[in-house]
């Protein structure tokens, strides 16, 4: 029984931040009890008795977090926004490979994500770098320089709104451009927020096996061939060098579909769980399965499969209602959405569960439990959604005897099959394993998915309201917090029970076989990473893949620890040699500084051509674990003619060198900026604006405290008030947002534990 008082502060912060309703300035959640009742209220609207299933949805499914729904469900069913979405995530229209075509899918993309909408695309239908393209004279430059455009909208999209943008860019593995594809992201920065995953075919991995030559096609034409395995030796260096490309087994998820009959999926959402057709949708949820086990951590520890089952029924009806009640951004969704009514119920707090019931995740014991228990929510789902296409009607495009000849419906037992030909199916897809770190921090720091343990215990910092100042929680796993709550004392991890292990302790080939065990009865696929040590040997690593393929997999994605990684996790046993040997365990040098009452800087006068007027840019240094560093950057000038564009500029900057402590990057980013009226000669050296001036003063300045080497041609300080600060350069941080060494990769997703920073949500 989930009591609030154990409720821990961290999961309270989530709450209030991201779940809890408010109009305008009056807090309509007074409690989490608030939101679980909105929510029921709003599935439940379009019900004829809309109490009866308000007080089901809410007793049997939400209350205690027996149930997860997807976080756009949690944040705005039961509210007046008109302009968001309930879905978490799509797969874009085909790309017509032409201009309009691809503008055509920059704009609907952008509506997508304007709505909280994560999205996925299939660039194998633009033609490859090069191609001569017919009445303009010209060549093609690929489907890379157009993922660019999309990048930047999903960028300018994130800026706008209060989630960040997710994508999915998938590329076909006989595409002309498929070795770009695989190399895109080997540039630092490049492709930012998108996700990357080669579509490989059944050919091609029998091809690689067979060390076979393999074609690269586009529009039915040979363009070159190459070498299968040497195609797939380069994806598998990138992924063990980059973490990307993710394999995602194309002709598997179109042999195995539901709906074979009617559509073809290419794609998926931005982490994989979620195969989808072209203007595909899928709702999703989760069941809590530490909610579910019997006597944690006694002898007689057990799953409770008859509550599970009942869950799942509701879960089935009360994310068909959703359906009905969400908005859409585009009008094809909807139709989509509505033809074929999919949704994606899994599970999450595996991890935990298994450590309640006394089994290391990975083992053979583990596999088989999870195995059992998507296979009570798969059934219990398809018999839900088939006596309720007898109430309410089949979705559309449902035709039983296609449906039924499909090979994930040919493993139902008769007696399943027998309802489904004479009732129908209300939906035409129910299962699907998806990330849920969020939403699992919320229900009280429970494991994500189907993933293993990370940490029992970690500090996570969280903003006060006040950008400049962050207060630290100890975040604690659920199951270690359950285990120290019944000895009623705190436990040494060194004396817990062998079933508490951590990403750490786990081989791929166990992470393969709890992902295998579980996508036997999973419809859609299952968003899973799998983590290798660092030290893992290349001639070992490239097996991963085709070990996936060979157990069933529909996708797989790994992560391991890399220098060529920004933002890569780095364990204790990792730190850089100036890291304080008696800081605790989470601390790192490059967690923000407080701002002292007081700072000391230097003021720098800048005179132009472009200006009648003088600039005066004092930048206030910080002295930071016994180095110095600038903190802050403020400009004074009487021309108030680019008053707003000089506050934007000082707060961006500053913000920058609260966060980096090398912002050395800054001083190339500006010098590049180009005035379009022209620049000016300054001691010798061209400036092509008075950004790039402001970049030299800033050069000088890092100069003057030892961060920057001086350049050859670099601004000579002309400071009229000299701190005379040193210093030296201090090493870059991890987490791009709060500098922590605590970024992880879960679901195909980088998320941070210390400040909630995700590349996915």
Known sequence: MWNEADWPEISRHIWDTKYRYRRGAEVVDESIADTWRRVARAAAAVEEDPALWEARFLDGLLSGFRFLPGGRILANAGTPRQS?????????????????GIFSAVRESALTQKQGGGVGYDFSTIRPRGTHIEGVDSTASGPLSFMHVLDATCRTIMSAGQRRGAQMGILRCDHPDIE??????????????FNLSVAVTDAFLEAVKADAPWDLVFAGEVVRTVQARQLWDRIMRS???????????????NRLNNLHYCEEIRATNPCGEQPLPPYGACLLGSVNLTRFVLHPFQPQAAMDFDAIAEATRLAVRFLDNIIEISNYPLEQQRAEAHAKRRMGIGITGLADALAFLGLRYGSTAAAALAGKVMKCIALHAYEASADLAREKGPFPLFDAGRYLGGAFAKKFPKALRER???????????????????????????SSGIEPLFALHYARRIRTGNDEETREHEVLDYAYAEYCRQKRRPVDPGDLPPAFVTTDDILPAEHLRMQAAVQLHVDSSISKTVNVPRDTPFDQFRSIYMQAYDMGLKGCTTFRPSEYIEGVLVRQDERPPDARPDAPPDA???????????????????????SPDAYYVTINDIADEGRTRPYEVFINTKNLQHLSWIVAMTRLISAVFRREPDPSFLVEELKSIYDPTGGYFSDGEYVPSLPAELGRVIAAHLERLGIMAPCRNARKADPQNDAGHGGKQIGAGICPMCRQPGLQNQENCLTCRYCGYSKCS
């Open 420 to 446: 489904i030909r004479r009732q129908g199916m209300r939906n035409s897809h129910l299962t699907s394993v998806a990330p849920t770190g969020t939403i699992s921090l919320l229900a009280g720091n429970i």
């Open 84 to 100: 968001t979405t309930m879905f978490n995530c799509y797969v874009m229209g085909t790309i017509d490979d032409s201009i309009d």
């Open 588 to 610: 790192h040098p490059n967690a923000l500084p407080r701002r002292p009452d007081i700072l000391s800087g230097t003021t720098y006068k800048i005179k132009t051509p472009l």
């Open 180 to 193: 770009d594809f695989i190399d895109a992201k080997h540039t630092s920065g490049a492709l930012r927020m």
């Open 239 to 253: 992924t063990y060098d980059y973490a990307e490309p993710g394999v995602f087994m194309v002709d598997r998820v």
